[in-house]
């Protein structure tokens, strides 16, 4: 049975302080039953590991879950959403206005998301933050006031359910690659020419402005570069915030998690540069054609499972992968063991 919710009070959202301390207030992983999981795969009927990651990823399930024979009944794809006031530095190929108008995609079942949600047996949860009011322009003010940062992050956090057996995080908003490369080059160091793609599909024009962007925000802000919260907050956005809170609220229930893209990757680093070992319970569902998402996952020291060339968002990577779980885990509930097929083991 999983522990109960680390922090029940608004306490936690009240100020940075208080959410670092959260971060690094984390429950471990249940060996036991990760134990106990091996020692059935050590039973089925194949070769010792020659389901390759498969079996990996049972362990993994069992470790978060703490069930020796996990489950995946309820799956829950969050799909956070915001503006970004960056935009105005002709950073995206698409003006900001088709945020909401995918929002209303989204909400009539038309998305790439919908379709594959529906495919993999998984509730699709889309949340708008604030969609009206876009962040500041972090080449000229900080994304997010502290207020701000921590209300989406509380936002992230309370969309997480307890009960949920695996969480598929994703997100959507125009500019965000910009604010993602920005929050990925604070953390790990270089600038706009290392961490910038092309997003949406900006041209040569636009691919140096998005640079010049990410630039102008690391030496406005350098002066808060030490703090990956206030890192987040100054070049982030509302989505990135909240994806993290979410991120923080599935460790703290032990509630394993499915990372998309680039954007979800970059979202959940303040985590890991806080505490080493606090992505332990989140896997990298793929990896995107977006230029910088290999060498993020690099620094995050996470392997990504599928690699299709997509540069979607939406949560579609993460959610493409659910069903990579539900084949692994069928493996390992549904395959009988030597004895009760009746085969001979290999001796020992």
């Known amino acids: 049975m999983r522990p109960p ?13 208080k959410l670092r301390a959260g971060c690094l207030a984390l429950p471990p992983p249940d060996a036991d039953a990760a134990a106990l999981a091996a020692k059935r795969q050590s039973q089925l009927t194949k070769p010792p590991g020659s389901l390759g990651r498969l079996e990996d990823i049972v362990l993994w399930l069992a470790r978060w879950q703490g069930r020796s024979v996990p489950r995946l009944d309820r799956v829950d794809i969050l799909v956070f959403v915001g503006n970004h006031g960056v935009t105005k530095q002709g950073v995206s190929a698409y003006p900001a206005e088709v945020t909401a108008q995918m929002v209303a995609n989204f909400s009539a079942g038309g998305a790439a998301i919908n379709q594959i949600a529906r495919t993999v047996g998984a509730n699709l949860h889309v949340v708008p933050l604030v969609l009206e009011q876009a962040t500041a322009d972090f080449t000229q003010a900080p994304a997010m006031t502290e207020g701000a940062f921590l209300a989406a992050v509380a936002t992230g956090y309370k969309a997480v359910s307890a009960g949920t057996d695996l969480v598929s995080l994703g997100e959507m908003g125009i500019g965000n690659t910009t604010a993602a490369a920005a929050l990925a080059a604070a953390l790990f160091g270089g600038g706009g020419s290392r961490w910038a793609g092309r997003g ?20 406005r802000h350098a002066a808060l570069l030490h703090d990956p919260l206030a890192s987040a907050a100054a070049l982030g956005g509302r989505e ?24 979800c990757a970059a979202a959940v680093a303040p985590l890991a540069k806080l ?10 569902a793929h990896i995107s054609a977006e230029a910088a998402h290999r060498m993020l996952l690099s620094e995050l020291r996470l392997d990504p499972l599928l690699d299709l060339g997509m540069r979607l968002g939406e949560g579609t990577g993460a959610a493409l992968a ?12 549904g395959m009988a063991t030597f004895a009760e097929a009746g085969v001979t083991n290999k001796s020992s």
């Not at 505490?275 to 990298?284: F, K, P, S, V, Y």
């Open 5 to 17: 919710l680390a922090y029940e009070s608004e306490d936690l959202f009240s100020s940075l302080d």
């Open 322 to 333: 659910v069903s990579v779980l539900r084949a692994a885990l069928a493996c390992h509930a």
């Open 240 to 263: 990135l915030a909240a994806v993290l809170g979410a991120a923080l609220a599935a460790r703290h229930r032990r509630i394993p998690v499915l990372l998309d893209g680039f954007v």
């Open 275 to 284: 505490r080493a070992d606090a992505l332990e319970h989140a896997l990298a």
């Open 200 to 219: 949406t599909g900006v041209d040569d024009a636009g691919l140096a402005r998005k640079r010049a962007a990410i630039d102008l925000g690391l030496a």
